[in-house]
T-cell receptor
Framework: DGGITQSPKYLFRKEGQNVTLSCEQN?????MYWYRQDPGQGLRLIYY???????QKGDIAEGYSVSREKKESFPLTVTSAQKNPTAFYLC?????????FGPGTRLTVT | GQQLNQSPQSMFIQEGEDVSMNCTSS?????WLWYKQDPGEGPVLLIA?????ELTSNGRLTAQFGITRKDSFLNISASIPSDVGIYFC?????????FGTGTRLQVFP
């Protein structure tokens, strides 16, 4: 089955710890994206990558980092510098401009 | 960052009714997309529009790319309980999508 997987579905961390969210796709898409969604809000772009070994900051990149070493994988690290990390994180990949989303990871930091 | 104006913010309708929602922007977009998100899940692509004036259907859903390229509309006919969710529009801006703020749809039997 082709698709995008994100793991884990729920993640709990203590304040001050870095945490890495996984995103894998087997759709053979070149572009991948990370979004953050807060309760009752729309999607805000954190980082995106159009090609392996290259990525660009989105609208809210501060406190986050990414890597793109393989076409299939685009992990997101939420660092301790992110002031409000508790949120729902969505990964997407795209063919043309049609973005396809994973199931999301809900991160709670206490 | 940019966001699209989506309206209405929420809708409460009875099963069987038709639904209309729209998205407007001050910028021109070359592509409009419509997504549906169920609680706790990722958005699912419903319809993609690539040409001004284009009208596209997907089952009971019909979407239109506004002729000015600054707006788009989504209609759902004969709503059913599983239509419940949040509907997002998205417009293509350079190499990114800009998302609307969402329309929350509730359907009562």
């Amino acid at each position: 089955d082709g698709g995008i997987t994100q793991s884990p579905k729920y993640l709990f961390r203590k304040e001050g710890q870095n945490v890495t969210l996984s995103c894998e796709q087997n759709l053979n898409h070149d572009a991948m994206y990370w979004y953050r969604q807060d309760p009752g809000q729309g999607l805000r772009l954190i980082y995106y990558s159009q090609i392996v070994n290259d990525f660009q900051k989105g609208d809210i990149a501060e406190g986050y980092s990414v890597s793109r070493e393989k076409k299939e994988s685009f992990p997101l690290t939420v660092t301790s510098a992110q002031k409000n990390p508790t949120a729902f994180y969505l990964c997407a990949s795209s063919h043309r401009y049609e973005q396809y989303f994973g199931p999301g990871t809900r991160l709670t930091v206490t | 960052g940019q966001q699209l104006n989506q309206s209405p913010q929420s809708m409460f309708i009875q099963e069987g009714e038709d639904v209309s929602m729209n998205c407007t922007s001050s910028s021109i977009f070359n592509t409009w997309l419509w997504y549906k998100q169920d609680p706790g899940e990722g958005p699912v692509l419903l319809i993609a529009l690539y040409k001004a004036g284009e009208l596209t259907s997907n089952g009971r859903l019909t979407a239109q790319f506004g002729i000015t390229r600054k707006d788009s509309f989504l209609n759902i006919s004969a709503s059913i309980p599983s239509d419940v969710g949040i509907y997002f529009c998205a417009g293509q801006f350079t190499d990114k999508l800009i998302f609307g703020t969402g329309t929350r749809l509730q359907v009562f039997p």
